[in-house]
């Protein structure tokens, strides 16, 4: 179950010395927001973070990411570029953990993409367990993503004076040969953990009036609500809900030439199915130009499409999208209207 147990400082010490021979990437407090950002000492970081604005799968799958260079001088010359830097992404929360594997079955095991492979081979994930709410957006424990099973290769708990560290891979065993002062957890540490572990369960309420396992039926049952006409005449289309989502996955692909059209790099950027060209064809017609069947397609595509695809929601939880939207499109509100509403039909 749980491997070893090390104390706070010990813990500190050894992220210190990890820093000095690889990159650790760590949630940072900038005053108002947190973010995940290369850190050079563990007194740089803050493990109590509530969501970042951009979630750390962004070191996964990056905002702009080159895919091949490319010249030409008489013939054409086309190399791929491979990202393969070893790094650690340290604090990662049960809900982008769960986001993590869902990735990990779309860029590895179905669509192997070896872009993504070579940095996901390259990180280290040490996740952070919550032990109570962010805030009111989250809804993680409706979802069933407030434990982690897998996504890491270490799993920290605070016990107060310490962590339990919990190893899920091969990766995770050798790198908990790098943590000093840990020990090996006896019974006593883990009558404690489950202690630990009632009191977090009983500070998460229900926030959902509907369970997660049930959204899919709700979303086809609620295909023609009108709920989602309200709702697209508040979205603005901006794509702050996609951004910060920690399972989107659109890109687009472009290339970048060079002043003397003989070499250039082509590269992919994120996008986002919320914008009004994302589904225009070259005729310039859209398959949703209507704000309210982008958003309807949001929701769908993270709480059904995703679901009867992969047997994993697309929505986690974490409830950035409701924290960054502008007008307060929320998804606890939207599913429980979906739930609550009498059945209006288009």
Known sequence: ????????????????????????????????????????SARDLDEGYIPTALPPTKYLRPPRENLITFAWNGEVHAEPVFDQSDFILFGVRPCDLHAIRLLDGIFDREKDDGHYQAR???????????????????????????EAAAGFDLLLTDA????????GTDKGRQLLTQLSGAREAV????????KIYARRNESFEPRL???????PALLADSNDSLLWDVLGEKCLSCGACTNACPTCFCFDVLDDLALDLKSGARYRTWDSCQLKEFAMVGT?????????????????????????????????????????????????????QLKGQPVERR
């Not at 500190?12 to 050079?40: M, Q």
């Not at 019974?187 to 489950?194: A, I, Q």
């Not at 009036?209 to 049930?214: F, I, L, N, Y």
Request: glycine share 12%; net charge neutral; with cysteine.
């Open 187 to 194: 019974y006593e540490d883990r009558r404690r953990l489950r």
């Open 209 to 215: 009036d509907v369970e997660g396992t049930q959204i």
């Open 1 to 40: 179950m749980f491997d070893r147990v090390i104390g706070k400082s010990d813990l500190t010490d050894s992220l210190d010395n990890l820093a000095e021979r690889y990159r650790v990437i760590a949630p940072v407090n900038e005053g108002t927001r947190y973010r995940f950002a290369e850190v050079g």
């Open 160 to 167: 107060g004076d310490g962590y339990y560290v919990r190893v």
């Open 120 to 146: 996901r081979l390259g990180a280290s994930i040490i996740g952070v367990e919550c032990l109570e709410p962010c805030d009111e957006h989250c809804f993680c424990h409706a979802m069933d993503t407030l």
């Open 284 to 336: 310039g017609e859209s398959f949703r130009q209507p704000r309210d069947m982008r958003v309807k397609h949001r929701f769908n595509h993270k709480g059904r499409y995703l679901v009867e695809r992969y047997g994993m929601p697309g929505c986690v939880g974490c409830g950035r999208c409701g924290r960054d939207c502008l007008v307060g499109i929320d998804p606890i509100e939207v599913f429980n």
